[in-house]
């Protein structure tokens, strides 16, 4: 869960900044929340298969498959299927690949990566010659998180550059400025309306007041939104809405009420619905499963 849809957390710390992340997510419920960092991150399915959003574009990833996501990239998940799926998240910062001196691996390969001139591909399947060996990769870089042996940080670095090695070898990188204005354009657009979302959620919201940020009508807009997040704006409130309350019920004692009235619900039984719909359980027995 996300306090803003652009994630403003430190991952890892000054000396090493990249950290893991495993997450088990149930069927029918959404993945990952539609949202951006300034890190780049690797995201490997375990088992089952989501649907992974990069921009504006969308990538079918199953258990032993990988996307890589850009920084700054708005990127989310979405279930595919019918049995959820569980996943390993890296996310780091491309800093943490500088050299100390201006080289050849430096100039030529790590700067690109870092101006955002150039990228990796960003999907990576055991069906295409050469990917095998960056999805092994990315294993090990699971497992030496996952151990933490001393050294540990090493190994990772070790095989991230491994990585990139094989991406120069077979001259796969993308270059980033082949991206169309218009899309550009629109990824600003939403990037724009959520944030306004993510710090005026706990207020009323309107298609007009979404729609007058980005100077669309409001038929255009809902058309647009719809588009871009797979959801309607109002369906998009309120799974933030109740995400936040989710959080709130987790972590504090305080009453339902108080708290649908504080993520921007005015009706308790309408909130009590949507929360059901979204979570598989009311509010209530979230707080007893999720305290079990």
């Not at 990576?124 to 699971?142: C, F, P, R």
Request: aromatic share 12%; proline share 4%.
């Amino acid at each position: 869960m996300y306090s803003t849809p652009k994630e403003n957390r430190f991952h890892g710390n000054e000396r090493f900044p990249l950290a893991p992340y495993w997450l088990q997510i149930d069927p029918n419920q959404l993945v990952v929340e539609l949202h951006w960092h300034e890190e780049a991150e690797f995201f490997y399915v375990l088992e089952g298969a989501a649907l992974v959003q990069i921009g504006t574009n969308y990538y079918p990833t199953r258990a032993g498959e990988a996307v890589f996501i850009p920084g700054g990239d708005i990127h989310a998940a979405y279930p595919l299927g019918e049995t959820g799926c569980s996943f390993f998240a890296v996310v780091f910062n491309m800093n943490i690949l500088r050299s100390g001196i201006n080289d050849v691996v430096q100039n030529d390969y790590i700067l690109p990566l870092i101006e955002g001139s150039k990228s990796l591909p960003l999907h990576y399947s055991n069906h295409q010659n050469g990917e095998q060996v960056i999805l092994a990769n990315l294993e090990g870089i699971m497992k030496a998180l996952a151990q933490k042996d001393l050294g540990h940080e090493l190994t990772v670095k070790a095989h991230l550059y491994l990585i990139l090695a094989n991406i120069a070898s077979h001259n796969r990188w993308v270059i980033r400025h082949t991206a169309s204005l218009a899309a550009t354009n629109r990824i600003d657009s939403l990037k724009t309306v959520l944030n306004y979302i993510g710090t005026s959620y706990m207020n009323r919201i309107t298609i007009k007041d979404m729609a007058s940020l980005i100077f669309m009508s409001e038929g255009h807009f809902c058309r647009f939104f719809k588009a871009m997040v797979r959801q309607t704006p109002i369906e998009y409130i309120n799974s933030f809405r109740i995400n936040k309350a989710a959080d709130i019920i987790q972590h504090t004692d305080r009453k339902i009420l108080d708290i649908a009235m504080e993520v921007g619900f005015d009706n308790l039984s309408y909130f009590i619905k949507k929360f059901r719909d979204q979570m598989n359980y009311t509010p209530a027995e979230y707080r007893q499963r999720i305290r079990q």
